[in-house]
């Protein structure tokens, strides 16, 4: 008896056969397959391309002529195309190479002015003193008397305001260190500073002798008895040509022998003769100078605090606090530099001639290669008025702030100071705090001009450095110095300014965002410890002063006297 089969049989099938695969029982696949078992294309196309493919697959050789067949389709194309209408492609000058900073201030300006957000930045913006504690000056005076003098050193410093400054301190420490008598240094008159002051003119003189009077001899004039075997003529007195940053060690192996040979030599040229690093000796000597012996003549100190108090007068809105600027734009500082700003044909025919007055020959050496634009991404322009009042408002210093400009005359001030004088309206200068009467005895005399500048520069809440030099370096110290180790100073990355001010697709909010991060910078580096090759000028922390606990009931104004 046979089972039953319930599933459907086919004419080819039989109970002990497989069944089939749905898969080759579907119309669609039998329709795609051929008897041989391959699949066939079956439009014209299809049979065109794989014609094709099956030649070159039996001849790869042909691969090797596939470049040639591309470069001759390229040709055939180009043949094609007329060339009456030219694409315009145009290239964007590397950044750096043009002055931006104006159409920046354009773009900007509308958001700038209706920006609220940053009100009382003057007062809230040092943040970093008070959470390390504070520094207070220590400087220990000498209680007893001196030996004998090993003879007499006559020094010439040379340079501007600070950097003769730098020669006195330098100075005393190597008299005091050589046990000689300091002949009050003799400031060397210069072709670009023009300034015939001596040393009386612009310093206390007696105040800095009695100041120095148990570590250093000091003296007006040399003995006729010693002037004698020299007929008189300081010219005939031997003359030491030391390297630049010399090692005191130099000093007392090689000087001081000849010191007490001759009784007396001369040191000239002496700026910068000095290492940094020295003994505790010699930085204590140093510190002595610089902050409490050093003080500005009478004339100079009177009209600088009278200045200091009218800039607080006129910043009663902020608590008697304004902001200093230190701003390098002269004509001589601008043609220095060898930076392009947006002058044209009269700025290039002016700096040509600045250069040429100045350092004859110089900037005009065969083989001379200059890059305006690597100098400005290197950091090395100075900052026109507007980049500064860009960078200042950028930082939340709005048109409410006094600020006051310390500078020469800044070349072509109609033009460059509009801007700045838009954005601060109450920025004064010592022409415009005081009167000519005030400035008539300083006006012809740069060293005496610029004390006035460092005093008022010295007691402003915040103060801003647009360029290298000893003016900022000194002033950087002596903020140190007085406000508890803080320096209290903006110092910006100049490098990082010059990308800033080149991106015209910078926004109000990224712009602001950067100013400060930068302000934020300064303040956290206000606070430095001196390294090897630091200046004792700058960095007085902690050869010139002691640290003091937050705990500890010390905070005293500072007794320094060098204003």
């Known amino acids: 008896m046979q089972a039953y089969n319930r599933l ?31 699949s066939t294309p079956k439009t014209i196309t299809q049979r065109l391309v794989w014609f094709l493919l099956s030649f070159l697959l039996k001849r790869q050789g042909i ?37 931006r900073s104006p ?16 009100a009382d ?14 520094w207070r000056p220590c400087i220990n005076k000498s209680s007893e008397g001196l030996p004998e003098s090993n ?5 010439e410093a040379n340079g501007g305001l600070n950097q003769q400054r730098s020669s006195i301190c330098n100075a005393v420490a190597v008299a005091g260190y050589l046990n000689a008598t300091l002949v009050i240094p003799n400031f060397h008159y210069h072709s670009i500073w023009r300034d015939p002051s001596k040393f009386g003119d612009i310093y206390d003189e007696e105040f800095f002798n009695e100041t120095l009077r148990n570590d250093v001899r000091i003296v007006g004039t040399i003995p006729g008895n010693i002037m004698e075997r020299f007929d008189h003529n300081m010219s005939n007195v031997y003359n030491f040509r030391i390297k630049a940053w010399s090692p005191i060690k130099y000093y007392t192996d090689t000087v ?13 040229p002496f700026a910068n003769r000095l290492s940094f690093d020295a003994p505790p000796a010699v930085q204590r000597l140093r510190c002595l100078a610089n902050y409490q012996a ?3 003549s009478d004339p100079i100190s009177n009209l600088g605090q009278t200045l200091v108090a009218r800039m607080k007068k006129l910043s009663v809105n902020n608590s008697g606090k304004y902001i200093s600027v230190h701003l390098r734009f002269e004509e001589d500082m601008v043609a220095f530099s060898c930076c392009v700003y947006d002058g044209g044909d009269k700025e290039k025919l002016d700096m040509d001639a600045a250069r040429e007055r100045g350092w004859k020959g110089k900037f005009t050496k065969r083989g001379k290669v200059i890059l305006p634009g690597a100098i400005r991404l290197n950091g090395k322009c100075p900052l026109t008025p507007l980049e500064v009042g860009l960078m200042l408002r950028g930082m939340g210093f709005d048109k409410s702030t006094s600020i006051y400009l310390a500078s020469g005359q800044i070349y072509d001030s109609e033009r460059y100071m509009a801007p700045l004088l ?11 705090l005081a009167s000519a009467e005030e400035l008539a005895p300083f006006q012809n005399y740069s060293s005496r001009m610029a004390a006035i500048d460092y005093t008022v520069c010295l007691h402003s809440e915040v103060f801003v450095t647009t360029q290298g030099g000893n003016f900022p370096q000194f002033l950087l110290g002596h903020r140190r110095y007085l406000y508890g180790g803080h320096s209290r100073t903006i110092r910006p990355d100049k490098r990082k300014l010059a990308l800033l001010f080149d991106n015209l697709n910078n926004g109000w909010k990224s712009f602001k965002r950067q100013m400060l991060n930068i302000r934020s910078h300064s303040d956290s580096k206000g606070i430095e410890l001196k390294r090897p090759n630091d200046s004792i000028y700058s960095v007085p922390c902690p050869d010139c002063m002691c640290k003091v606990n937050k705990t500890e009931d010390s905070r005293s104004p500072s007794s320094s006297s060098a204003t």
């Open 294 to 296: 050093l003080r500005f």
């Open 256 to 268: 001081l022998p000849k010191l007490l040979e001759e009784k007396i030599i001369r040191i000239s």
């Open 151 to 155: 003879g007499y050193i006559f020094v």
């Open 63 to 99: 691969f090797l002529f596939a470049p040639l067949l591309y470069i001759a389709g390229i040709l055939f194309y180009m043949g094609t195309v007329s060339f009456d209408i030219v694409p315009v492609i145009t290239h964007r000058p590397p950044p750096g190479s043009v002055y």
């Open 103 to 118: 159409q920046l201030y354009h773009k900007l300006r509308p958001e700038m002015d209706s920006d609220n957000s940053s």
């Open 8 to 38: 459907p049989t086919s004419g080819q099938s039989s109970p002990q056969s497989p069944p089939s695969s749905p898969l080759s029982r579907s119309p669609r696949y039998r329709s795609r397959t051929s008897k041989s078992g391959r």
């Open 422 to 432: 838009e954005m601060f309206p109450l920025l004064q200068t010592k022409e415009m």
């Open 121 to 134: 930045a003057i007062s809230t913006i040092w943040k970093h003193s008070y959470k390390v504690g504070e």
